[in-house]
């Protein structure tokens, strides 16, 4: 299993896996404590949970174990609700019967939450990649798994078009005998909130589906610009389904739907969501947010057209993967992969244009037509 501790000192892993346990019980249970008429204890709960991650935070000298500074936080919680009123009590217990659990489990079990996470969502990817026939090279996805990095920040971060979400991730590409992959994710703790933590596996699946395995795997590989349409914007589309398949669980792959808390199915969906109207709002100052919101309308316009096609309205989804996880991975550089997103997007906005796509489409879908020569069919047009 990958480390997330590796690039993270002690005091600061001990803060990020106690917000994550901490929020794992305290987050699902808002809606009910709210309900029953008690928001101050869920309020309380959170703030003295922010207080003692962060006051760990203020000490990189402690001697505290993480199993130690677990035990104290469930001790903290409990003391925090102790005086208060017996029905509020009641509603608070929730919470803390499902920390003290949770933290047993660890202890009894240590594991590294985020990379457990970014180990689920790098095996989705691989499966995806695998079943709907895009070449990629093992030895690519070993490289990724095995150099993951976390690396935490003592300030506030955000990503460019969501400051809520506070973390920022990216993949850098090695060079050498083969392909190689990093995927590079910055956690601010003291920021580390269930916001956060609820988008993350859906951030993380970007990367590992659009970046990671992008082609062609000979020679070196160059990044997509930020405001490339096909990386950006189609292949996050590609994501967004694929993390939808995986709450749902369905699709060739549950590792990721397997790793995931289910009392925290709908806080991730609802995540998710908001990350990708993030990615396609447009906002002023962010110059890369038209090319994002053209190509996952491409692809969302493509999938539909798909779903309609007599040829391939039973097999929309799995069409719709098997050309856009084969031309990520292919030989064709960025710019081709961007003109494709271009004139897919052209030919389903102009009735005139609108055969230069379906045609070709529907020859592919019947056999009569490669998958390469459909797309050097629509990159040319």
């Known amino acids: ?30 809606s009910t404590i709210e309900s029953n008429g008690h928001p101050d204890i869920g309020a309380r709960l959170g703030g003295k949970l922010r207080w003692h991650t962060n006051a760990v935070l203020d000490d990189p000298d402690t001697l505290q174990t993480l199993g130690e500074f677990l035990r104290s936080l469930v001790d903290v919680l409990n003391d925090e609700v102790r005086g208060v009123a017996d029905a509020s009590r009641s509603v608070a217990q929730l919470v803390l019967d499902e920390l003290s659990v949770l933290v047993a489990g660890y202890e009894a079990a240590p594991y590294d939450p985020l990379g457990k996470l970014a180990d689920a969502v790098s095996r989705t990817a691989a499966d995806y990649y695998q079943t709907f026939g895009a070449q990629v090279p093992d030895e690519l996805w070993h490289s990724t798994t095995t150099s993951l990095r976390f690396s935490f920040v003592g300030g506030k971060i955000g990503l460019s078009f969501d400051s809520t979400i506070h973390v920022q991730l990216w993949t850098e590409f090695g060079s050498g005998y083969y392909p190689t992959a990093q995927v590079m994710i910055k956690i601010a703790p003291r920021w580390l909130d269930s916001e956060t933590i609820a988008a993350l596996p859906r951030l993380l699946l970007h990367e590992y589906v659009a970046h990671v395995p992008q082609g062609p795997h000979s020679g070196r590989r160059l990044h997509p610009d930020p405001g490339d349409m096909f990386a950006e914007g189609w292949m996050d589309y590609i994501a967004h389904c694929i993390f939808k398949d995986a709450l749902e669980r369905r699709g060739p792959s549950l590792e990721l739907g397997d790793s995931l808390a289910p009392a925290w199915i709908t806080l991730h969906e609802e995540a998710a969501e908001r990350f990708f109207r993030a990615r396609c709002s447009l906002a002023d100052g962010e110059r890369t947010a038209a090319a994002r919101r053209e190509g996952a309308a491409a692809a969302r316009q493509l999938h539909d057209l798909l779903r309609r096609l007599p040829e391939t309205k039973e097999t929309a989804d799995e069409c719709l993967y098997r050309l856009s996880l084969g031309l990520n991975a292919s030989p064709l550089g960025n710019a081709a992969r961007a003109r494709f997103a271009a004139n897919v997007r052209l030919s389903l906005q102009r009735a005139s244009r609108s055969d230069v796509l379906t045609v070709p489409l529907r020859e592919w879908a019947i056999g009569n037509m490669s998958t390469k020569e459909f797309f050097e069919r629509i990159i040319a047009d």
């Open 1 to 30: 299993m990958t480390s997330a501790a590796s690039d993270i000192p002690p005091h600061a892993h001990n803060a990020i896996v106690g917000r994550i346990l901490g929020f794992q019980a305290l987050a699902p249970n808002l």
